[in-house]
């Protein structure tokens, strides 16, 4: 079944939950309910949005992922399940006892795959790409010469056609599309992760002992050009827009929802990130080799 996105960032709200369903009140009216086990992902942008402790406990322990955002409509937050797996002893095991080996050749693949969508992203018969596919063929195990970034330096200046951009997450528009859409995918590929018995703050290669989600870091890397190729469809199409409205939010939320091809069979990405979670824990415990990431 494929999991609901909820945002809430329209109006002062009130949250609650009744039989298992999770109820929206605005101004004492109720406006919807939704159960509870259909929701994915649970993001809160507003300020004035209140709740019963029960709206946490009862999403989490559906396997939810919870985004609080502050004032400045910034990610502050995110609240995951502490147990979502049955083997989730065993998995963590396996993945802090993972060899370097193995964590290098699975940052190789995720670099690579990274790359290849960002030539996608930029189009065949341009010079941009011809030179990110040329890079893609350097990347070594772990990435010693830091192909990603020589990559990201030429995809970026070619992002858009015909506008000046310049990526820099407190930058101008459309740096706040790419931050919100990032912000959902990081939160989506966190919760697979825990379904799929993996901790999430244990990385391949991003370590800091600030960062609660160095492996949703690591793993969402192929997964921003899904992000990516939605803000350049909107800046193309559009013009680039001044203000994140909450029309540009529901099109870089339905992003999720799109149909991705993995390991041969084609589903919604939010369905996608769990067979992908799935086979990195297949490789922390030797059952394979490689990643099952989206094909391009």
């Known amino acids: 079944m494929i999991k609901r996105i909820v945002e809430i960032s329209s109006a002062r709200t009130f949250l609650s939950v009744r039989y298992g369903q999770l109820v929206i009140k605005e101004n004492g009216a109720e406006l919807s309910q939704i159960p509870c086990e259909d929701i994915g992902v649970l993001l809160i942008d507003h300020q004035g ?30 609240l995951l399940p502490l147990e979502s797996n ?5 998995r963590f095991r396996r993945q802090i006892e993972a060899k370097e080996p193995v964590k290098k050749r699975l940052w190789k693949q995720l670099v690579q795959a990274k790359i290849q969508h960002q030539a996608k992203i930029v189009g065949k018969g341009s010079e941009t790409y011809t030179a990110l596919m040329a890079l893609r063929q350097r990347v070594r195990s772990a990435d010693p010469q830091n192909i990603e970034a020589q990559a990201s330096r030429k995809f970026w200046a070619s992002f858009l056609q015909g506008i000046e951009f310049h990526r820099d997450a407190g930058g101008a528009p459309p740096n706040n599309l790419l931050n919100y859409g990032y912000t959902v ?33 690591d793993v969402m890397e192929p997964f921003r050009g899904f992000v990516e190729a939605r803000v350049k469809e909107i800046c193309e199409g559009e013009g680039v827009p001044d203000q994140l409205t909450q029309p540009l939010k529901a099109r870089l939320l339905e992003v999720l929802h799109q149909p991705v091809v993995i390991a041969g069979s084609e589903g919604p990405l939010m369905v996608g990130l769990h067979r992908t979670a799935a086979s990195l824990q297949r490789c922390f415990a030797g059952a394979q080799e490689q990643m099952e990431l989206p094909e391009l």
């Open 86 to 90: 049955s083997e989730q002893g065993e």
């Open 49 to 78: 949005t209140s709740y019963t402790h029960c709206v946490f406990t009862e999403l989490l322990d559906q396997g939810a992922a919870i985004v609080l955002c502050g004032g400045n409509h910034h990610p502050a937050g995110m």
């Open 185 to 217: 995918m990081r939160a989506a590929v966190a919760r697979a992760l825990c379904s799929a018995g993996l901790l999430p703050c244990l990385g391949i290669h991003h370590h800091n002992r600030y960062n609660a989600f160095a492996l949703a870091d």
